[in-house]
Structure formats: C-alpha cells, structure tokens
C-alpha cells in the first residue's frame, strides 16, 4: 500500500466504517444548503478516482449542485483528454476537480476555470490557460490545535516533518502553536526514510506530532516505524485521515466531507460570476472532524466537530 500522491493522508488496509443510513423517507427534508439557491450554472465533477473519501465529496457536491456531470478518471473506458472534452461538450460552465490526478488532468485538458479541492502538494503550473482556484485539503491548524488540546491538555511540544516548498504551512503551524502557547519545531525531509531518522531524533524533544499528508516523504512501513518511535517516547501522533487510526495513531482531525464541497461550491459560484480574481488562490475550510484512538479496544470515538469562520464573504 501506498500513500495516494498530493492527496489525503494514506488509507491502511482496513475498511472506514460507512457514513449512517440516511433518515426514513417520511421524515421531513433538510431545508437546501444556501449554496443551491445562488448556484444555478452547470457544473462537471472529476474525480481522480473512486476512494471512499472522494466519494463523499462528490456526494455532497451532488446535493449542493443540480445535477452534475459526474467524470471518473480511474474509468479506462475513455482517457482523460477525451473526458474533458466531453465536459467541454457538456455545456458545463466549470470544472470541479477532486484529488490530484483530477488536477493535474484539468491542468492540462480542462478549457474551462477549475475548482480543486483534497489535494495537498499541487500548484498550477506556468502556462495554464484557465483560472484555477483550489480549497485546502486539510483543516486551519488553529482549530487543530484547539481540539488537540481538548484530548490532550498535557500537550506542550509539537513537532513535524514536511517535504520542501511547504513555507505558508509552517507559518501557520508556528503561528497556531504560538497562539496556545506551545512550541513548535519542524524538518525537512526529502524521502520516507530521512523523515523516519528525523523522527527518531526528534521524539525525544516532543509530545506531539503533526502527520502531514506529503506522500513524498511518507510511506505505511515507515508509517508504522514511526508509531513504534512514538510509542516508546510517549508521543501523540495527529494526523488527518481517520482511517490511520488503525495504525495506532492517537489522534484524527480529517477535514468535514459536507465542508469541503460547500466552500467549492462557493469558489465556484464567484469565478462563474467573474468575481475570481478576489479569491484566494487557496481558500480555507472552516470545519474539522476529530477522533480520538482507544487504542485498548483498537477503536475510535468521536470527541468533537468544529465550525468556525465563514466562507469568503460570507456567502455559499
């Protein structure tokens, strides 16, 4: 198993319990998501393929948006540059992108704007001919740290371990430990390998540690290397995808799937209305999901969901 490259953190071989049944049919409908009522242009989804994360994604895209397109990438009955040049076809006004494979296809195939989204290591390169806007792949690292707290009041030093070109993340991250009071170190790392002898030397000086998503420098053995390290030395590992808690990690701050399509659909809405170039390259979620690992019963619980900021402008 492999960490999915620039996207959320890795899945481990074990299955994600599924999202609850919806409610009965005779109980009444949830008023319509504020986004429904401003969007009225078509739209495509494209998704790099059909993992369980995803899908919930495009779900909550699909309740949010009518009818959309929907384009499975991982589908090898047509190739990507025939699957948006269907979507050029389709009368779709933009596309919404989902994982990195998505992304970087509509770099170069998509002749509409795009809308990213759960992609971690992506920046559109030189030369794209379409606006381009992408939503974070995971939560503000201040909601983070409140919730980290809140499991783990003991929590004094945290550390982490990225691929290089990540200098507005660690900002954040030294900004949000700041802000509590906390310290906060980091290295870089360029292989799996050296991030796992970063560990090691690091653990000793922490209680903490942030598990980005960079699939550049991480892989499951490695992985599971550093639980072990984090075992020995009593460090709490946070990650952002709750399907490592398997790996007996202490703690998941996976970003909200219903969030994450709202704040698309939201970039989306103001690039159709020409109002992109106020949008930030990158916009912020708001919300996060946490979990905690009962790592006696090889279980998780969840402990909190936070909802903050709103979108930009405060529109969806």
Sequence with gaps: MSIPEAEPAPQPETTVPEQPEPPPAQEPEPPPKEASKQFDAKAAIVLSGRSLSFDRVAQELGQILDRPLVYDLSDKSQSPEEAFA???ESGAAIV????HSAAQAAMTWSTLPV?????????PGKGVRVPVKGVAAIPPLSLQVQEWLKADPELRRIGAIL??????????????????ELAFQYQVAASDRETLYLFKRMAPDIDGFWLFPDNRILSIPVLRMMVDVADRHGVRIAVFNEALLELGVALSTAADESDIAEMAVSVAQQVVEGNGDSVPDLTPLRNLNVRESDRSSNAARTL???????APNGRL
Excluded: P, W
């Design 86 to 88: 269907g979507v050029a």
């Design 96 to 99: 919404i992108a989902i994982g």
């Design 115 to 123: 809308v990213y989204c759960q992609v971690f290591n992506f920046k």
């Design 163 to 180: 691929g290089d070109g990540h200098e507005s993340l660690i900002a954040e991250a030294e900004a949000a430990t700041a802000m509590n």
């Design 304 to 310: 909190a969901i936070g909802s903050h900021t709103r």
